[in-house]
T-cell receptor, first 120, second 108 residues
């Protein structure tokens, strides 16, 4: 049981390049999340998916797109990277979702190890 | 969705002392959660308290919730150097908005 995995761990892009950050969970969770964290700051929600087939904007969605490919996978795409997108990106999943989820830990989010992205 | 606001922003204590962090929020909640983040890593869930609970314990952690004041506190007793981390509170809805956190530094 790997939990939440993210690839790649590190990435350096040039301004204008595109890339997709991958996230997968093997816990059969309903909800998945993408956050970014700038140095010394808290997490900011980019997009979330409360169930397979649905996605919603978070606090800072501009410049990003997401795909909930299936229940396991939730990818984040930068179409044209900018230096302001230099950050650490965290993916998270949670049992609770629009499709259900019960139990004492249903609202607990489980985080991946992060992807460190630098845009030059 | 709503954001938890942690206070203080930073806290430095000696090993063995207790650490108290506070969280305020603006609207009604179903539950409130506390997370810990060690430097550069993903967040780890510590404890969840439901809106109908006033206090909850887990090992050296004690969380209180005052829904009339829309506030919660996290107490870490007998702190250790390994408790050095950032601590965040968040309401448990779908659209989770984290605050800036409290950075705790425990000196050995």
């Amino acid at each position: 049981n790997a939990g939440v995995t993210q690839t790649p761990k590190f990435q350096v892009l040039k301004t204008g390049q595109s890339m997709t950050l991958q996230c997968a969970q093997d816990m059969n969770h309903n909800s998945m999340y993408w956050y970014r964290q700038d140095p010394g700051m808290g997490l900011r929600l980019i997009y979330y998916s409360a169930s397979e087939g649905t996605t919603d904007k978070g606090e800072v969605p501009n410049g990003y797109n997401v795909s909930r490919l299936n229940k396991r996978e939730f990818s984040l795409r930068l179409e044209s990277a900018a230096p302001s997108q230099t950050s650490v990106y965290f993916c998270a999943s949670r049992p609770a979702g629009l499709a259900g989820g019960r139990g004492p830990l249903t609202h607990t989010q489980y985080f991946g190890p992060g992807t460190r992205l630098t845009v030059l | 969705s709503q954001q938890g606001e942690e206070d203080p922003q930073a806290l430095s204590i000696q090993e063995g002392e207790n650490a108290t962090m506070n969280c305020s929020y603006k609207t009604s909640i179903n539950n409130l959660q506390w997370y810990r983040q060690n430097s550069g890593r993903g967040l780890v869930h510590l404890i969840l308290i439901r809106s109908n609970e006033r206090e909850k314990h887990s090992g050296r952690l004690r969380v209180t919730l005052d829904t009339s004041k829309k506030s919660s506190s996290l107490l870490i007793t007998a702190s250790r150097a390994a408790d050095t981390a950032s601590y965040f509170c968040v309401e448990g809805g779908f659209k989770t908005i984290f605050g800036a956190g409290t950075r705790l530094f425990v000196k050995a």
